[in-house]
C-alpha cells in the first residue's frame, strides 16, 4: 500500500516558481506522476515519470516544469517556472502500480492510478 502526501502549493504571481512536494511511503519504483484539477473541470495529467526515470508530460507544461525524484527520501517533487494563471488547480500526486508508465498520451488516464495524495492548491495571479 502507497501512501502519498503532497505539499509545496501556495500563492505566486505569474512568471514565478513553485516547486511541490510528494512525500510516498511503501513501494514507489512505479509509475508516479502530477495532475491537477481545478473545479468544474476533470483532472488532467501534467507530467508523470517511470521506475527508470523517463518522463511524459503535458504539451501545456513543456519547458516550464520538471518532475523528478529523490528515491533516497521517497519523494517526487515537480519544479514549475514561469507560472502562467491557467496554471492555477489543486495538484494531486498520483502512483500506479507498475514499473513503466503508459505510453502515448494514456499515462494521463486518471483511472490507471491506484493510490492518490490529497493534493495542494496551486493558485497564479
Known amino acids: 500500500h502507497v501512501q502519498l502526501v503532497e505539499s509545496g502549493g501556495g500563492s505566486v504571481e505569474a512568471g514565478g516558481s513553485l516547486r511541490l512536494s510528494c512525500a510516498a511511503s511503501?513501494?514507489?519504483?512505479?509509475?508516479i506522476g502530477w495532475f491537477r484539477q481545478v473545479p468544474g473541470q476533470e483532472r488532467e495529467g501534467v507530467e508523470a515519470?517511470?521506475?527508470?526515470?523517463?518522463?511524459s508530460y503535458a504539451d501545456s507544461v513543456k519547458g516550464r516544469f520538471t518532475i523528478s525524484q529523490d528515491n533516497a527520501k521517497n519523494t517526487l517533487y515537480l519544479q514549475m517556472n514561469s507560472l502562467k494563471p491557467e496554471d492555477t488547480g489543486m495538484y494531486y500526486c498520483a502512483d500506479r502500480v507498475g514499473f513503466h508508465c503508459p505510453s502515448g498520451s494514456r499515462w494521463r488516464d486518471v483511472s490507471g492510478y491506484d493510490y492518490w495524495g490529497q493534493g495542494t492548491q496551486v493558485t497564479v495571479s
Open positions: 515519470t517511470s521506475g527508470d526515470g523517463r518522463t
Open positions: 511503501g513501494y514507489t519504483y512505479n509509475c
